[in-house]
């Protein structure tokens, strides 16, 4: 007997537009998009198509004028997690206080804060010792990773992540997409990266999708690789395959919104 993966995300015939000097500009049209659970997949598209503004109408941070958006959970801001290409560490506050703003903000996390925090400093390979630190000590790649367990601690069933890893050396990078994508996995949690990194996408996703400036999505590609390790598949044959099909596929959208 097969068991059916439940959705973690769905969203059907969504549609959102901005309003300037009473001239409507469409974002978002006739959007669909299902995420299941334990599923990572990437967004590409030109800047300014709307793939940040997706994130934040399923975050809930602004509302939507058409469709509907179902995410598994009791509360939908309980059940969202996002993180940014710039963490949201509060400076005054020490690394181990920042962390523990979960248990602050939701009371029934109180009893689990602690062994999750030191199973999350594991799994991201920090040491014990940089809780009494403060933000302002820790290199970027330090600083996304607690920006990453901050969130994780809030235990969402849905992961949003806004370009996270876009503004850190290319060996910390490998190791934040192989760090993220294994515990993902570990945990059945579902994830939507948005970003403008081929390479990222096909290492870490389980399918890639193309937005156009309609806001909707033009193209999509399953990825199914043997090897998963960010650090060594794009080296192989498979991966330069999907790099070319989603390339083209990219740069033909691009060449037909005329950018």
């Not at 669909?32 to 198509?49: D, P, T």
């Not at 933000?135 to 996270?164: A, C, H, N, T, Y």
């Not at 870490?204 to 060594?232: Q, T």
Request: some cysteine.
């Amino acid at each position: 007997m097969v068991t059916e993966i439940a959705d973690a995300l769905s969203v059907a015939a969504l549609s959102f537009a901005y309003v300037k000097e009473h001239k409507r500009q469409s974002i978002i049209s006739d959007l669909n998009l299902n995420v299941r659970q334990g599923e990572l997949i990437s967004i590409l598209g030109a800047s300014g198509c709307g793939k940040t503004t997706l994130l934040n109408l399923i975050a809930g941070l602004i509302e939507p004028q058409g469709g509907a958006i179902t995410i598994s959970g009791s509360k939908k801001g309980q059940a969202v997690g996002y993180i940014f290409q710039e963490d949201a560490l509060l400076p005054w506050r020490t690394v181990g206080s920042n962390l523990r703003l979960a248990a602050e903000l939701r009371h029934e996390l109180q009893d689990s804060i602690e062994a999750d925090l030191q199973e999350y400093l594991k799994s991201f390979h920090l040491t014990a010792d940089i809780v009494k630190k403060y933000p302002g000590e820790l290199s970027g790649g330090m600083r996304q990773r607690v920006s990453i367990i901050q969130s994780l601690l809030f235990k969402p069933e849905l992961i949003l992540l806004d370009e996270p890893f876009s503004a850190l050396d290319f060996y910390t990078k490998l190791r934040l997409e192989s760090e993220f994508y294994s515990l993902i996995k570990k945990q059945n949690k579902a994830a939507i990266l948005v970003t403008h990194d081929i390479d990222e996408a096909i290492a870490i996703s389980d399918r890639v999708l193309i937005m156009d400036r309609a806001g909707k999505f033009s193209n999509e590609f399953i990825v199914d690789l043997k090897e998963r390790e960010p650090e060594d598949v794009r080296g192989t044959t498979e991966f330069a395959t999907y790099f070319h099909q989603i390339w083209s596929a990219l740069k033909s959208n691009i060449a037909f919104e005329g950018i």
